[in-house]
């Protein structure tokens, strides 16, 4: 037995490693829109992977991912931003962007402290609707206090710099390498996967410590988990706050990524589309929301930089599918295809994929208890 | 005081209106243990069918059509997806309508566009005045035809075999089915039921004094799962007394923008989250829903 989990911890890691290689050697080869297209994705990943562990370990559903994303976008944008603005004025500290970042992951997982002694009372179901109420609440909050988003027009996002090495537009210090000019899209892919490197790590690693193991008890049965003495309530508020700072470094990465932050970009489809992403990948597992996200948040902007090219998509104000629709279409099709057919998601493809098709005479997986969100750990035979 | 009555009035065929697609959701909730977040795509759906087909075909055959191909929608739904996964985690099926509701919001869009579609109801924009304080015909019509709906179904609940038998599905699934209770078709009548409120609830909510049909009508559903959820998401009454809190909540909060300008303009609109927010610190179930037994 050990010796074959030995054998795929190695073939795993081997994998891993040499993704990345790909993924570090990947800026001296394409083009910008595929780096730019990466960036986007990075952000995502680390949105997904903290929503993953709210949902997909702990099984507390929630739809205020985009509210979370929002306060660390907005947060980003006032403490390193400027005051400015011509019709409606707004504030800003003008800090270097370091800090905003971090004070924008800082006041995200308040947000979420903030939030839990509600999410604490709540079950299943009723906590996925008051969550549903944050976004709401959360997007008047922005559209009022014109003073820190800039009203409904929105404001803009302070390029990012660390120790006087720009990420935005001025490209200080040159930087070159193999003779391919660093620019601003080089240097934020690098940004990017070195931040989403880190979350995945830092989320695989917890799940397979002790809090990890209780997260998951939690899910299966907050009786059980509190006979085998774990504190639900201290554990759901922590994952809360987890989650949302990962929400919080998402949505600064998202302010780099457009460029600018507008009220309306944190509405519930945001949301949606995050559930979209853990559901697709495959609940509870790192690499599975990695692969939902970058699908879900690489989709639209692929198509719509091919859409010359697709026949079936138009360009915006024609009769027909816009690339944004074209991708709603599809992963809309795509969550409802996953949860009929592969509760595991994508992860739970590769692992069915892995597996070696087993003797006749072994008794089919047995399905775990039906309170169960999806559990992949079973074998994921649909249900 | 006349302003508080007229509020209190427009308040009330609101509510009207969000408790018919509030006890679409606890019927279905109760029938199938499914959570539906796409009562909003069906009342866009139904109301779609009902403004695109009025001028070719007449009105009235025009809501017949769209009611019953509403209600056509939400068994098919329970047909072909629904009803192969009972058993399923509560997450998995409320992400599962998430999916679905996504696919027909998206065509509905993209079908209705920028334009909005006039459903061209006979009574128009008339308004009436019942004891000094007025009304629009749409909204009062709305009081009357909700206020039936729900009487018959409160009527069908408590005596037909179907109540009965959903009663008892929700009881406990395993015994009803055992005592000869086809829990797949009451499950089925229960979309049914949702599909044809829906579609109702579409019909007057895109009446005067809203313009007509456009995709952002999605968004009353949506306002509706509050009701829902404050009244008790297992509690048919509660869906009622939680639709009417919520209708009477926002035309008040709308109504008296001035005085609460400090909140900010429109907060109408939040006001049903607002409120359910505050009635779940308190009651963790909603007003009327089974409370959970097991602490931890």
């Known amino acids: 037995m050990s010796d074959t989990s030995t054998a795929t911890r190695l073939v795993k890691g081997v994998v891993l490693l040499a993704l990345l290689v790909v993924l570090l050697a990947l800026p001296l080869y394409v083009e910008e829109f595929w780096l730019r297209t990466g960036f986007a994705v990075f952000a995502a990943i680390i949105g997904a992977v903290g929503l993953n562990l709210l949902v997909g370990t702990t099984g507390q559903l929630s739809l205020a991912h985009a509210f979370f994303l929002a306060v660390g976008a907005l947060t980003y944008v006032y403490v390193s931003g400027d005051p400015g603005g011509s019709a409606i004025e707004y504030g800003g500290f003008g800090l270097p962007p370091i800090v905003g970042m971090v004070a924008g992951v800082v006041m995200a997982g308040l947000a979420g402290v903030l939030f839990s002694p509600i999410a604490a009372r709540l079950r299943g179901i009723y906590l996925g609707v008051a969550s549903l109420g944050l976004v709401f609440i959360g997007q008047h909050l922005l559209n009022t206090w014109t003073s820190v988003s800039g009203g409904f027009n929105g404001r803009l996002a302070p390029a990012f710099d660390l120790f006087g090495f720009s990420f935005g537009g001025n490209e200080e210090p040159y930087l070159a390498v193999l003779g391919v000019p660093f620019g601003q899209a080089e240097r934020l892919w690098y940004l990017g996967l070195a931040l989403c490197a880190l979350a995945c790590w830092f989320a695989s690693n917890l799940l397979r410590s002790r809090p990890g193991r209780a997260l998951q008890n939690v899910r299966d049965s907050e009786v059980a988990a509190s006979v085998m003495g774990v504190n639900v309530q201290e554990y759901k508020a922590k994952v809360f706050l987890v989650s949302s700072m990962y929400a919080g470094l998402a949505g600064v990465l998202y302010a780099l990524s457009i ?44 198509l719509q930089q091919y859409s010359g090219s697709l026949p079936f998509i138009v360009e915006p104000g024609q009769p027909g599918i816009v690339a944004s629709q074209a991708a709603a279409f599809l992963y809309g099709g795509a969550i409802v295809l996953v949860v009929m057919f592969e509760p595991g998601g994508l992860a739970g493809l590769a692992r069915r994929l892995k597996r070696q098709p087993r003797p006749p005479q072994e008794s089919p997986p047995v399905s775990t208890t039906s309170s169960a969100p999806a559990d992949s750990s079973s074998g994921g035979t649909p249900r | 005081m006349n302003q508080f009555l007229s509020l209190l009035l427009n308040g009330l065929s609101l509510g009207a209106i969000y408790a018919l697609i509030a006890l679409g959701f606890v019927i279905i909730f109760k029938a199938s243990e499914v959570v539906t977040f796409m009562q909003g795509s069906l009342l866009l759906l139904g109301a779609y069918l009902i403004a695109r087909l009025s001028e070719p075909i007449g009105f009235w055959a025009a809501a017949a059509v769209g009611i019953v191909g509403t209600a056509a929608a939400a068994v098919l739904v329970e047909r072909l997806l629904i009803s192969r996964l009972r058993g399923a985690p509560v997450i998995s099926l409320a992400i599962l309508t998430i999916g679905v509701d996504l696919i027909i919001l998206t065509e509905i869009t993209r079908r209705i566009g920028s334009d909005i579609l006039n459903v061209g109801h006979p009574w128009g924009g008339d308004a009436v005045s019942i004891g000094g304080v007025g009304i629009t015909t749409n909204r009062a019509l709305a009081i009357v035809v909700a206020g039936i709906l729900i009487g018959a179904f409160f009527i069908a609940f408590k005596f037909s075999s179907w109540g009965i038998a959903m009663r008892a599905a929700a009881e406990d699934g395993e015994a009803a089915a055992l005592m000869g209770i086809r829990l797949g078709w009451v499950s089925m009548v229960a979309w049914l039921v949702a599909g044809v409120l829906a579609a109702v609830a579409g019909l007057f909510a895109t009446g005067s004094p809203t313009p007509g049909v456009t995709p952002a009508i999605w968004a009353v559903a949506l306002a509706a799962l509050p009701a829902a959820i404050l009244g008790g998401l297992d509690s048919t009454g509660g869906a009622l007394v939680g639709g009417l809190i919520i209708g009477v909540a926002t035309a008040m909060a709308a109504g008296y923008q001035d005085q609460i300008a400090f909140l900010g303009r429109g907060f109408g609109e939040v006001v049903p989250y607002v409120v359910m927010v505050a009635v779940l610190l308190v009651r963790p179930s909603g007003l009327f829903g089974t409370r959970d037994v097991t602490r931890v």
């Open chain 1, 259 to 302: 460029g600018s932050v507008a009220p309306e970009s944190f509405s519930l489809l945001l949301s949606v589309q995050y559930l979209a992403m853990i559901v697709l990948g495959g609940l509870g597992s790192v690499g599975g929301a990695a692969m939902g996200a970058a699908f879900v948040s690489a989709l639209p902007l692929v």
